[in-house]
């Protein structure tokens, strides 16, 4: 399988993006999805995930309550949805694929993906 992130851009503190993750080549059905985030100079970061089927997912602290994973395995896309951005959101956001059925863990570890798609620009700026 191979992905693509896409939905980065400008916004202005308390705005929001929804960031995809659109699968080729295979389908995502037996994939988890995780997303990392790499701000300038730093190490890059667990974001969420969501498992194979969508039934389960999970957030850093730092983005739980303003961040939504979701799927749609029709269209081989993982979804990010990001509300109330703030300024230490801004980063290159990454998504990642394991192949896993788990229904009740997805994982927060880089380790864990062995597909990563080209990272998409998040910029918070006013």
């Known amino acids: 399988v191979l992905l693509q992130a896409s939905g980065g851009g400008l916004v202005q503190p308390g705005g929001s993006l929804r960031l995809s993750c659109t699968a080729s080549?295979?389908?995502?059905?037996?994939?988890?999805i995780g997303w990392f985030r790499q701000a300038p100079g730093t190490e890059r970061d667990y974001v969420s995930c969501?498992?194979?089927?969508?039934?389960?997912?999970h957030y850093a602290g730092s983005v739980k309550g303003r961040f939504t994973i979701s799927r749609d395995n029709a269209k081989k896309t993982v979804y990010l949805q990001m509300n109330n951005l703030n300024l230490v959101d801004t980063a290159v956001y990454y998504c990642?694929?394991?192949?896993?059925?788990?229904?009740?863990?997805?994982?927060?570890?880089?380790?864990?993906?062995?597909?990563w798609g080209q990272g998409t620009q998040v910029t918070v700026s006013s």
């Open positions: 969501i498992t194979s089927g969508g039934d389960f997912s």
């Open positions: 080549g295979d389908t995502l059905d037996f994939y988890s």
């Open positions: 990642a694929a394991e192949l896993s059925m788990a229904t009740t863990y997805c994982a927060a570890y880089e380790s864990q993906y062995e597909v």
